[in-house]
């Protein structure tokens, strides 16, 4: 079952699922260093922090982090930042999209794409588009957005502070 986030009873299992999100990403996109760097990151401090930001975006627009659910278990994720935060690339931003190992290949991530385009073609938007960014190691990641008709548009660069 896809449904909305709800913060009273799914919070346990968003976290969990962000946290095999966070460490998938340390462990499969890169070598020893970003996955210590990845595993790092996830403390209480942290955990508390996107707890939080994620009831905000909530509030904003409840529509915006989508769940998969079966048999009471929260199995997988997509989080579209709320319209208020559409200027961040003139666009719907996909934020995070995350299906437990279990349930890829299952159609789950599909459905879960659904609800984010749908979401986002509801957002009023500076540029009637979608973007995310995606770990260029990320093959299988690379695979289902090509699937679904991403296309590469800019490129996203970062440094350290």
Not at 6 to 35: I, M, N, V, Y
Not at 39 to 56: F, I, N, Q
Not at 90 to 109: C, K, P
Request: hydrophobic share 40%.
């Amino acid at each position: 079952m896809i449904r909305p986030y709800d913060p009273e009873t799914d919070r346990e299992g968003l976290w969990a699922l962000k946290t095999q999100f966070e460490l998938g990403l340390g462990s499969e996109t890169g070598g020893d260093e970003k996955q210590e760097k990845y595993e790092a990151k996830l403390t209480d401090d942290y955990r508390e922090r996107y707890l939080a930001w994620v009831s905000r975006c909530c509030d904003s627009d409840e529509r915006c982090l989508t769940v998969a659910v079966d048999d009471g278990e929260l199995v997988g994720y997509v989080f579209v930042l709320p319209e208020t935060m559409s200027m961040i690339w003139d666009a719907a931003v996909l934020n995070e999209i995350f299906v437990a190992a279990a349930y890829r290949g299952t159609g789950v991530a599909d459905e879960l794409m659904a609800g984010a385009l749908s979401l986002a073609r509801d957002q009023n938007l500076p540029l009637d588009r979608i973007v995310l960014d995606v770990d260029g190691d990320n093959a299988r990641a690379k695979a289902f957005y090509d699937r679904h008709e991403f296309a590469h548009w800019g490129e996203l660069v970062c440094r350290e502070l």
